[in-house]
């Protein structure tokens, strides 16, 4: 009897270790960071991006369509954070190293490097994440949130809002932030 308790006890161990990721999501990150003076929050829809539906062509408005949201996380980097930016990069490059994210592409540029990733299948992408950063600037992560939305569609998508003139005014910081 006592061997029962004891393997039960074991097993149970186990289940409670391997059952406990101890990985924060990017979800989480997001929440626990809202309110931390250093980063710039903002929940905003898809409609912010002043695309006109009449502009965009059949496969960029599929993909437009299938967007719900989009959060932006940026973290604002000073002379006075400097520890805190490379503590807080260093937890987003944890997360993002999750098997669950693909990457769709990196990013490499004059104002610095990042990387799009995606949970979903293939052609059923659910969350598209692209974090960039800069050592001067800082850091920022947006989550396009839709519902199964295609990564070829996506990028086609992309290229719309690249042209398009978001309102720098309606995104407050973070639009200056990504301006700037």
């Given at each position: 009897m006592k061997k029962l308790v004891v393997a039960t006890l074991v097993l149970f161990g186990i289940v409670l270790v391997t059952g406990c990721n101890s990985t924060?999501?990017?979800?989480?990150?997001?929440?626990d960071n809202s309110e931390n003076p250093n980063f710039i929050s903002l929940d905003v829809p898809t409609s912010?991006?002043?695309?006109?539906?009449?502009?965009?062509?059949?496969?960029?408005?599929?993909?437009?369509?299938?967007?719900?949201?989009?959060?932006?996380?940026?973290?604002?980097?000073?002379?006075?954070?400097?520890?805190?930016?490379?503590?807080?990069?260093?937890?987003?490059?944890?997360?993002?190293?999750?098997?669950?994210?693909?990457?769709?592409?990196?990013?490499?540029?004059?104002?610095?490097?990042?990387?799009?990733?995606?949970l979903g299948e293939d052609d059923a992408i659910d969350e598209v994440v692209i974090y960039g950063s800069s050592d001067d600037k800082g850091f920022a992560l947006i989550r396009v949130l839709g519902d199964d939305m295609n990564p070829a569609h996506i990028m086609q998508l992309m290229q719309a809002i690249q042209k398009a003139d978001y309102d720098e005014e309606a995104l407050g910081e973070i639009g200056k932030f990504l301006k700037g």
């Open positions: 924060q999501s990017l979800q989480e990150y997001y929440i912010i991006l002043n695309l006109q539906e009449s502009d965009l062509d059949e496969t960029q408005l599929k993909a437009y369509q299938s967007l719900r949201k989009l959060n932006l996380l940026a973290f604002k980097k000073t002379t006075d954070n400097a520890a805190e930016y490379t503590a807080e990069k260093a937890k987003v490059s944890a997360i993002l190293k999750d098997k669950d994210y693909k990457e769709l592409m990196k990013l490499n540029s004059e104002y610095g490097k990042g990387v799009i990733k995606y």
